[in-house]
């Protein structure tokens, strides 16, 4: 079963954005529409309700959306420095392809694509977003030990990681053990990551620590060990995050989930939750963590 349903990005201008990713990623909207009030309250963000939303999906038709919310921007708000949802990673069938595309793009390319040592697996590169979003998008060269990696059918494919920067990285790796049933895959590894490098002002070969989190064979998510000069993600009162806002994971049970919910779990009209329940957690940082109930 894989988990990831959707990642959630609050961006300024909804028709500006959306034309953006179909243009750029080509995605298609799937629906658009107001976010209702209940829903906006199970997210914790009342003052989300009534404001446009784009559900999107990629190319391959696959049922992991990209859900666009438009929110007012937030000044002090940086990428790459606050804990919480930081990237959105997408599998892609050439990176180098994709690098191309981009350098045409307003996507502005931070990490030209780079093979990274020991994971010859996978060949990155990450741009940021009108709304300081930050994506990955990753070519797929072969599986992990023990663990599957989705192949991509379009040039630029479905969601397959969500990246969570995170204060104390081994703390949410026992938090989402206990209260989502989730395991960890890589418990730690020290990695060069020259975003983080770039973000922070640090040596540019300076090593970061991060982990992977997994169901069975898969990888859906990445936790990074934020460094002392990271700090809490501004946020206007009653809205959600800025930049990646959440991440959407489907449960095999709610009542499986020992995290409080943010408000009692209950059905939304839209494709994205397809007539189940749905409700809404916070991470040790914040971090808003959708779940849907799909068996």
Not at 25 to 30: E, N, Q, S
Not at 55 to 82: G, H, M
Not at 260 to 265: K, Q, Y
């Amino acid at each position: 079963m894989h988990l990831l349903r959707a990642g959630t990005v609050s961006v300024a201008d909804l028709s500006r954005s959306r034309a953006l990713y179909e243009q750029w990623l080509d995605y298609r909207v799937l629906e658009q529409g107001e976010v209702a009030p209940a829903l906006a309250a199970s997210w914790g963000a009342p003052g989300a309700a009534g404001t446009p939303y784009a559900l999107l999906q990629p190319a391959s038709r696959a049922n992991i959306y990209l859900r666009l919310v438009q929110a007012p921007p937030v000044p002090e708000f940086k990428p790459l420095v606050t804990y919480g949802w930081a990237a959105l990673e997408f599998c892609v069938t050439d990176v180098l392809a994709v690098n191309e595309r981009m350098l045409e793009s307003p996507f502005e390319i931070i990490g030209p694509p780079r093979r990274i040592e020991g994971l010859d697996a996978i060949f990155p590169m990450q741009v940021r977003g009108p709304d300081d979003e930050i994506c990955y998008f990753t070519q797929i060269n072969s599986d992990l030990p023990d663990f599957k990696l989705p192949r991509a059918k379009t040039l630029i494919d479905h969601l397959f990681i969500t990246v969570l920067a995170s204060s104390d990285m081994h703390a949410t790796q026992r938090w989402m053990v206990q209260h989502l049933g989730l395991a960890i895959g890589r418990e730690a590894m020290e990695i060069v990551y020259t975003m983080l490098a770039q973000a922070f002002g640090t040596p540019m070969d300076q090593l970061y620590i991060i982990s992977t989190m997994v169901h069975g064979p898969d990888i859906f998510l990445e936790v990074d060990q934020m460094p002392p000069q990271a700090g809490p993600r501004p946020c206007h009162q009653g809205m959600l995050p800025p930049g990646v806002a959440m991440t959407t994971l489907q449960v095999p049970s709610l009542a499986a989930i020992t995290a409080p919910f943010i408000a009692a779990p209950e059905t939304h009209g839209s494709a994205l939750y397809h007539g189940h329940r749905s409700a809404t957690v916070r991470d040790p940082d914040g971090a808003l963590v959708e779940l849907v109930e799909m068996d």
